[in-house]
T-cell receptor, first 115, second 111 residues
Framework: DAGVTQSPTHLIKTRGQQVTLRCSPK?????VSWYQQALGQGPQFIFQ???????QRGNFPDRFSGHQFPNYSSELNVNALLLGDSALYLC??????????????FGSGTRLTVV | DAKTTQPNSMESNEEEPVHLPCNHS???????IHWYRQLPSQGPEYVIH???SNVNNRMASLAIAEDRKSSTLILHRATLRDAAVYYC????????????FGAGTRLTVKP
């Protein structure tokens, strides 16, 4: 049973460019969350998608946008890249079920370097 | 807006138990206590979670204080592979808040 799959694993972009990162959730999961992790810090929440809609958002500018597809996979788009966007981008999937909390499964991340 | 407090770092000897503390004095009745760990160059990995009662699984045990304002992750016999950053996170299951990570505790295991 495949866990969370992220692609690509590494990426180098130039300032001002746009990037799209992809995530396939664990089988049976319907919710996808995206995180940014700078070197030496904990992951910072970007946003969460459920039923193809953005449900929650962290403190990130509108340059960060996303999408969820009917098969629950998701994309993270970042426009007008800045050097400070260089980080590990993590995708986590989970299953929404009323008031039960089942925890998250994380992918290994996409390492984005902006030069 | 971190809701938990953890020591920055801890050390342990291999094959000895490790107790990782977490303070969460503002915990609400619907907050689950989650523990994740992150090994170098990997995404976070689920360890354990609980609401009120102590929990055990194959990886670890979670001891929750009676007033729920603190908890302890217990690794019964640390191995070198347990060296990681351990995160304690509160998640309100009613509001369905997302996981909000702090800085975590960096655990070093000495042979």
């Amino acid at each position: 049973d495949a866990g969370v799959t992220q692609s690509p694993t590494h990426l180098i972009k130039t300032r001002g460019q746009q990037v799209t990162l992809r995530c396939s959730p664990k089988s049976g999961h319907d919710t996808v969350s995206w995180y940014q992790q700078a070197l030496g810090q904990g992951p910072q929440f970007i946003f969460q998608y459920y039923e193809e809609e953005e449900r929650q958002r962290g403190n990130f500018p509108d340059r960060f946008s996303g999408h969820q597809f009917p098969n629950y996979s998701s994309e993270l788009n970042v426009n007008a890249l800045l050097l400070g966007d260089s980080a590990l981008y993590l995708c986590a999937s989970s299953f929404k079920s009323g008031q039960q909390d089942y925890g998250y499964t994380f992918g290994s991340g996409t390492r984005l370097t902006v030069v | 807006d971190a809701k938990t407090t953890q020591p920055n770092s801890m050390e342990s000897n291999e094959e000895e138990p490790v107790h990782l503390p977490c303070n969460h004095s503002t915990i609400s009745g619907t907050d689950y206590i989650h523990w994740y760990r992150q090994l170098p160059s990997q995404g976070p990995e689920y360890v354990i979670h609980g609401l009120t009662s102590n929990v055990n699984n194959r990886m670890a045990s979670l001891a929750i204080a009676e007033d729920r304002k603190s908890s302890t992750l217990i690794l019964h016999r640390a191995t070198l592979r347990d060296a990681a950053v351990y995160y304690c996170i509160l998640r309100d299951v009613v509001s369905n808040d997302d996981m909000r990570f702090g800085a975590g505790t960096r655990l070093t295991v000495k042979p």
